[in-house]
């Protein structure tokens, strides 16, 4: 089955800087990234994903990269706020039809004023 | 939409007692899943559902149970609780892996 690692487990630094969350995966018919976020006491909410067939995607201030060859995606946090404060899961889908996605263990990100 | 409901928010249980976790969507998504998040960690799936009538084994399903007789229901059910399954437990739903999840709020349950 699919193994998705994650890395750093935290992650800190200071507002305005970026940051850079790294994940690796195993099956390379996984097709489909999605990013959650969680903050304190909140549920994970997906803040942006990317397809196979796409090597890159923007959101204002995040980014997802992803390159297959490798088998690694990363998310890309640019001009953090303390607000980006939060858990940040990657996961992993394996090739449609497939029926749940596994997740990485998950980065801890601090942003300090 | 009210997307995916999850009831009680909060329940602490004695060691033995049962319950039932509740979740509902409004969303007519075929897919629903049971997570657990222990403190400081990562997800761990429970069951998961694809339909109606349809339901599988995640990777810690024991000491657990689950039903789905409509899309849009997918109780959770604790029978004999244990210290070990105070966590909180996550309800999902979504149109297939390769479309994400929506989470309901979650439910943080403390057995004593």
């Known amino acids: 089955g699919e193994n998705v690692e994650q890395h750093p487990s935290t992650l800190s630094v200071q507002e305005g800087d970026s940051a850079v969350i790294k994940c690796t995966y195993s099956?390379?018919?996984?097709?489909?990234f999605p990013w959650y976020k969680q903050e304190l006491g909140k549920r994970p909410q997906l803040i942006i994903d990317?397809?196979?067939?796409?090597g890159e995607k923007k959101d204002q201030r995040i980014a997802v990269t992803l390159n297959k060859t490798a088998k690694h995606f990363s998310l890309h946090i640019t001009e953090t706020q303390p607000e980006d404060s939060a858990v940040y899961f990657c996961a992993a889908s394996p090739a449609s039809g497939y029926s749940t996605l596994t997740f990485g263990k998950g980065t801890m990100l601090l942003v300090s004023p | 939409n009210a997307g995916v409901t999850q009831t009680p928010k909060f329940r602490i249980l004695k060691i033995g007692q049962s319950m039932t976790l509740q979740c509902t969507q409004d969303?007519?998504?075929?897919?629903m899943y049971w997570y657990r998040q222990d403190p400081g960690m990562g997800l761990k799936l429970i069951y998961y559902s694809v339909g109606a009538g349809i339901t599988d084994k995640g990777e810690v399903p024991n000491g657990y149970n689950v039903s789905r007789s409509t899309t849009e229901d997918f109780p959770l059910r604790l029978e004999l609780a244990a210290p070990s399954q105070t966590s909180v437990y996550f309800c999902a739903s979504g149109q297939g892996a390769d479309y994400g999840y929506t989470f309901g709020s979650g439910t943080r349950l403390t057995v004593v």
């Open positions: 990317i397809r196979s067939n796409v």
């Open positions: 969303m007519n998504h075929n897919y």
């Open positions: 099956d390379s018919a996984s097709n489909y």
